[in-house]
C-alpha cells in the first residue's frame, strides 16, 4: 500500500508561481513511477507530468510544457510539481498519483494506470 498527500496548493494571481509537494509513504518511493494529474470544475482529470524513478526522465502536457517542472527527492519520499507562469486555465484540484510497476518508456499513461492516488490540493489562479 502507498500512502500520498498533496500540499503546496493555493490562490495565486496570473502569472504567479506555486510549489506542490506529494509525500509518500508505505514503501520504497524510488520504487514508483510519478505523475501528477489536475482536474478543472466541470472537466475531465487531465495529465501533467510524470517522472521515472530515478527522477532523470520527465514528460509533460503541453499546454504546461515549459512552465511546469516536475521532480523528485527519492530520500525524502517526495515528488514535486513546480508551477511557474500561472494562469486562470491552470486552475483546478491537483493530484499525485503513483505505480510501482509501470516504466516510464514516453508514453503516456492514463489515470487509469496509476495504482495509488493522494487527495488533491485546490489551486486556484486568479486573473
Known amino acids: 500500500q502507498v500512502q500520498l498527500v498533496e500540499s503546496g496548493g493555493g490562490l495565486v494571481q496570473a502569472g504567479g508561481s506555486l510549489r506542490l509537494s506529494c509525500a509518500a509513504s508505505?514503501?520504497?518511493?524510488?520504487?514508483?513511477?510519478m505523475g501528477w494529474f489536475r482536474q478543472a470544475p466541470g472537466k475531465e482529470r487531465e495529465f501533467v507530468a510524470v517522472i521515472s524513478r530515478s527522477g532523470r526522465l520527465t514528460h509533460y502536457a503541453d499546454s504546461v510544457k515549459g512552465r511546469f517542472t516536475i521532480s523528485r527527492d527519492n530520500a525524502k519520499n517526495t515528488v514535486y510539481l513546480q508551477m511557474n507562469s500561472l494562469k486562470p486555465e491552470d486552475t483546478a484540484v491537483y493530484y499525485c498519483a503513483a505505480d510501482p510497476d509501470l516504466l516510464y518508456t514516453g508514453r503516456v499513461f492514463r489515470e487509469g494506470e496509476y495504482d495509488y492516488w493522494g487527495q488533491g490540493t485546490q489551486v486556484t489562479v486568479s486573473s
Open positions: 508505505g514503501r520504497t518511493f524510488s520504487s514508483l513511477l
